[in-house]
């Protein structure tokens, strides 16, 4: 049981430094809340989709980019692990790469699962003070969003953690997941519906697997979706999956 | 059968060969010396042998396990104290101790027997719910020691491990090192630029220079093979040529400003060597030490002042960067 108690104890380091680290958790709430108040609230005073109101619109959209953010940028903890050498500690004890990657990724997912958990209680707050009409959390609801968010998580750390075993600087990090989040976060229609789309805009809009994660979460919370939520679940799978995939091959040649 | 085995051990970077067709064979139980410059290979060696780094070309047996072939088996008969900071500075030293002992799959009652007794060993005691952070660099030091030491491995690898310590926590760390040996028949291989350290350690050593074995044997041989004592020279207008021909004269080597001669049973012949150069600024008589065998074999001193991207400066700059790091 040895590989077990090694993804324990680093589930148990990521979720001790995080807890520890109160500036990022307070930010990874304040800036969703910019988005929702801000964006939500400014464009929601001109903007209505149908009966649905802007704020309740991108509000499954600030739940996933904060998934998105923080999960991705989750990889960057492995460029600092090996430039302090704690990874060389990890490596040269008897554990397997992959058992050290499902050990990030289920830290990483222990991380941004609390953030999400404390945006929903905060959306649970607004809905009692008559914010965000026609949003439906409920246990059921939340609980399947917690699932498709947990799904999406675990591909997106992937991500993460892939291109971050295979650099050497935090700065080259950080330019490339910038590259990435961005058009990942633009492109998932967590903003807009993505039902009537510019014919040109449309294929990048599908090839990015957010999308799916919006629009089941949307289906979930709002009722409103392009696609059936099994459809979308599946594809979100899929996504996860092939990045595990890669992300242990990745491990298997990170180089210290 | 050695527990060590290196088989043309070999690491190339591009052009430059850090470490260079190494054959050695280190026995169990002893406590061997892998001493040489910065830059030697040393810690290519260990990283190789430690299963981090792969061989260019060659291998290595250890503990009956091949180094390329079966690594896992490798990484469970083996500890290493890195000459790096490789701890979570976020986490207290006793959770770091606590994650190495999961890492390492010790049952939880052992585990935390020995974490209490590392921990007096390095005295870090009171200072273990401290977080790392906020430890000094000697401090930092000793709980990667106390961490290296916890599993009692089969071999253990030390690198560079009394690097910017105190001579009193020096002192503490070579006796519990004699000591892993004695008790726990611990196979214990030490790198290190200490002459003085290598020599108080080793049972055997070997010294090493641009990734090849000049020398290899105990401390003792290696300073009897110099045949004779140093006597230090300083004079002005010293001509050596007329001590080149006497026989008792065994060497003869500048350093510094000073001359370095190599003399078999000195105190008998000083006077003669006194009379023959005239007047003399200083003369000094000492045994050889493992300096000299360096000097000797290398024709240069070891590289004197703390080694570029040291330890410490590393501790320091990661300190630094911690800081901003979560």
């Not at chain 2, 599993?151 to 910017?164: A, C, V």
């Not at chain 2, 041989?221 to 006597?231: A, M």
């Not at chain 2, 060497?251 to 003399?263: A, G, H, K």
Request: net charge positive; hydrophobic share 45%; glycine share 8%.
């Amino acid at each position: 049981m040895s590989e077990l108690k090694g993804i324990y104890a680093l589930w148990y380091r990521e979720f001790k430094v995080f807890l520890r680290e109160r500036s990022r958790v307070i930010s990874s709430i304040i800036n969703p809340l910019l988005w929702l108040l801000i964006i939500g609230g400014g464009l929601g005073s001109a903007v209505n989709f149908g009966n649905i109101n802007y704020q309740t619109f991108i509000y499954p959209g600030i739940l996933i980019q904060t998934a998105l953010f923080s999960s991705i940028f989750f990889g960057v903890y492995i460029i600092w692990d090996k430039k302090i050498d704690f990874m060389k500690e990890v490596l040269v004890a008897p554990m397997r790469r992959t058992s050290l990657f499902i050990g990030k990724i289920l830290g990483g997912s222990t991380d941004t699962l609390l953030q999400i958990i404390i945006l929903l209680i905060i959306g649970l707050v607004f809905i009692n003070i008559g914010l965000l009409p026609g949003l439906n959390l409920n246990i059921f609801s939340i609980f399947l969003t917690l699932a498709f968010l947990l799904v999406t998580t675990v591909g997106l750390i992937s991500i993460g953690l892939i291109i971050g075993s295979q650099m050497e600087s935090p700065e080259g990090f950080q330019l490339i997941i910038s590259f990435l989040i961005f058009p990942m976060f633009f492109l998932s229609g967590a903003l807009f519906p993505i039902s009537n789309l510019p014919p040109w805009l449309a294929p990048f809009i599908f090839v990015n697997p957010v999308t799916y994660s919006v629009d089941g979460i949307r289906g979930i919370l709002l009722g409103f979706s392009q696609f059936n939520t099994a459809f979308d679940f599946g594809i979100v799978s899929l996504f996860s999956l092939i990045m595990i995939f890669i992300g242990t091959y990745a491990f298997k040649k990170m180089k210290i | 059968m050695s527990i060590i085995e290196t088989k043309n051990l070999t690491k190339k970077y591009n052009s430059l060969v850090a470490v260079d067709n190494l054959n050695l064979q280190i026995e169990e139980g002893e406590i061997f010396g892998l001493l040489g410059p910065n830059g030697a290979g040393k810690t290519t060696t260990l990283l190789m042998l430690t299963t981090l780094k792969p061989p260019t070309s060659g291998t290595a047996i250890i503990n009956n396990f091949d180094i390329l072939k079966m690594s896992h088996n490798v990484r469970k008969s083996i500890g290493i104290v890195f000459q790096d900071p490789s701890s979570d500075e976020i986490l207290t030293g006793y959770e770091n101790l606590k994650l190495h002992g999961w890492l390492y799959d010790m049952p939880d009652t052992l585990r935390e027997e020995r974490i209490k007794e590392v921990l007096e060993l390095v005295d870090l005691t009171s200072r273990k719910n401290d977080r790392v952070k906020k430890y000094s660099g000697g401090m930092r030091r000793r709980l990667e020691l106390a961490r290296g030491l916890m599993h009692h491995p089969k071999i253990l690898f030390l690198d560079e491990p009394t690097l910017g310590l105190d001579p009193q926590s020096r002192d503490y760390i070579w006796t519990y090192i004699k000591k892993l040996q004695l008790e726990k028949k611990i196979t214990i291989v030490i790198t290190t630029h200490y002459m003085d350290e290598a020599d108080k350690l080793c049972n055997r050593l070997a010294i090493i220079d641009k990734g090849k074995i000049i020398v290899l044997g105990t401390p003792k041989e290696l300073k009897k093979q110099l045949g004779g004592d140093i006597v230090r020279l300083k004079a002005e207008n010293l001509n050596v040529d007329i001590l080149k021909n006497l026989s008792y004269v065994k060497r003869i080597n500048s350093c510094d400003d000073e001359i370095c001669l190599t003399v078999e049973n000195a105190n008998i012949h000083l006077q003669e060597i006194l009379n023959l150069i005239g007047k003399v600024d200083s003369v000094e008589i000492r045994t050889p030490t493992l300096d000299d065998v360096f000097l000797h074999y290398t024709g240069r001193g070891i590289r004197e002042g703390a080694p570029e991207g040291s330890w410490a400066e590393k501790a320091m700059s990661a300190g630094l960067q911690g800081g901003q790091r979560r």
